[in-house]
Each structure stands twice: as structure tokens, then as C-alpha cells.
């Protein structure tokens, strides 16, 4: 499976989306994809794609959005197939959709259901006759400026994600609000409505994500509990379980996950 990873080449883009990435399987793949903390796009170039999702088989139509979830799911790749992915900024994708973030939550909805058939067949043409990826993403870019709406940031949301990243996900939201005005249910619904998730459910992602991508191998199952603020091994375990569908020790034995 090959990885090819660009930058927004639009100014207007930046703020909203992190990167675009290109992923291009000759022999096919399996793959893993664990919960993350902004919601994506994909439009299928070329080949076929299966999502499991528990028992739940289904194949993927040429344009998907997908909400945060907080369990894993896996992706089928068949030989030759190849996907254009658009990974917003958390709170980004609420710039492009009319429609509320957080009802896709634990969803991947094809995008006719918030984009016109037209309108989509004429980008599924435009990415066909894209000779090269540059040509491919700036269609991509073309379209998702047409959708770009005025929206004006909420800046105490985009504060209270910074300060969860910077935290690693190990952090009281009461406190977090404490030097601030505001009570807790209608900054959750704030929250909510920027980024798709709930503020606690949101650094659970971060917590677990953080713990995750640090791993080195040579902890102990109780070492990595601490380090991700948890008190209970068992708890922890739990968790990891409902993330990533598998164990600890099964999980990190395998590579197969992003």
C-alpha cells in the first residue's frame, strides 16, 4: 500500500482541512482504522472498497463522509484500488456541511446524501480525466471551496481542543472551564455542534490515540494505564477494547491499524 500525503494549496482551505492523502493498494489491503478526532472525506479513484463494521459487511460508493465514532472499524482495500482522502481539522468539516457534525457521529454516510448526483457525477468525471494527483486534489480543492460558507469560528471550542490536545486527553472538562463563564451543557452543545463528538467523548479519542501512537513496546500494561490517566487496570483494558476491537497485547502485536 502506498501513502502519498499533500498539503491544501488554497490559502482559504488551511484553516479547515490538515491534508489530503492518496492511497494506492496494487495487491490490496486490510486495514484497521481507529477512532480520530476530526471527520473525513474519500472519493474512490479507482477498484473497490469494503467496510466491516462488527458483523456488518458493506462497500463503500464512490464518495463517503465519515463522523467520529468511538469504536474501530475495519477497511477492505481490493487489488488496484486506490482512494482520495480529505482529512479535516477538528472542527473543519463543519465549514463545508449545512448539516450538523454530530449527526454523523459513528457514521459513514455517502456523500449523495448531502450532494446533488449531478454534482457528483460531474466530480467522479473530473477525477477520471486528472492525469496526475496534483490535477486529482485541486478538483478536490475546486469543490470544497464551492461549498466553503462564511462561518465564524468559535473561538472558546477551538481553545477548549487545544487545550485537550496539549493535556493528551488527560483532563477534567469542569475544570477546563472553570476560569471561563460558561456552564457545562451549553458548552458541550457548542462543542458539540463544532467538532461532532462531546468534549469528554472527544478526549477519550485524544487520550487514547496519544497512548497509541507513543507506545514503544516496552511497557507494561500497567505503565501504559498510568500514563493515560487511568487508576484501573481493568478500566483501561476495557476501554482499549471498545477503541480498538482488540486487546493490548493482541493489538500492538499487529500493525495493520492508522
Request: with cysteine.
Amino acid at each position: 500500500m502506498k501513502l502519498e500525503r499533500y498539503i491544501p494549496s488554497e490559502v482559504l482551505l488551511k484553516p479547515f482541512i490538515s491534508a489530503f492523502l492518496i492511497i494506492d493498494s496494487d495487491s490490496g489491503a486490510v486495514n484497521r482504522v481507529l477512532p480520530d478526532s476530526a471527520l473525513v472525506m474519500a472519493f474512490r479513484l479507482r477498484g473497490s472498497v469494503t467496510m466491516l463494521d462488527g458483523a456488518e459487511r458493506s462497500s463503500l460508493p464512490f464518495a463517503v463522509i465519515s463522523g467520529l465514532r468511538k469504536t474501530s472499524r475495519t477497511v477492505c482495500y481490493a487489488p488496484g484500488t486506490a482512494n482520495l482522502l480529505v482529512l479535516f481539522r477538528e472542527g473543519g468539516a463543519a465549514a463545508f456541511l449545512r448539516e450538523p457534525v454530530h449527526e454523523l457521529f459513528g457514521q459513514s454516510l455517502g456523500l449523495d446524501m448531502l450532494v446533488s448526483q449531478r454534482e457528483l457525477g460531474r466530480i467522479e468525471e473530473q477525477l477520471g480525466e486528472a492525469a496526475t494527483h496534483s490535477e486529482k486534489i485541486r478538483r478536490i480543492e475546486e469543490f470544497l471551496l464551492s461549498r466553503l460558507h462564511a462561518a465564524r469560528p468559535d473561538r472558546l471550542v477551538e481553545e477548549a481542543i487545544q487545550q485537550i490536545k496539549a493535556a493528551k486527553g488527560d483532563i477534567n472538562i469542569r475544570k477546563l472551564l472553570a476560569p471561563l463563564s460558561l456552564s457545562l451543557d451549553p458548552f458541550e452543545k457548542r462543542f458539540r455542534r463544532v467538532t461532532g463528538t462531546s468534549p469528554k467523548q472527544f478526549s477519550s479519542i485524544i487520550r487514547l490515540r496519544n497512548l497509541i501512537s507513543h507506545h514503544t513496546g516496552d511497557e507494561s500494561l500497567t505503565s501504559l494505564a498510568h500514563a493515560a490517566g487511568y487508576f484501573d487496570q481493568a478500566h483501561f483494558i476495557k476501554d482499549f477494547k471498545s477503541f480498538t476491537g482488540q486487546a493490548p497485547g493482541h493489538f500492538f502485536a499487529h500493525k495493520d491499524w492508522w
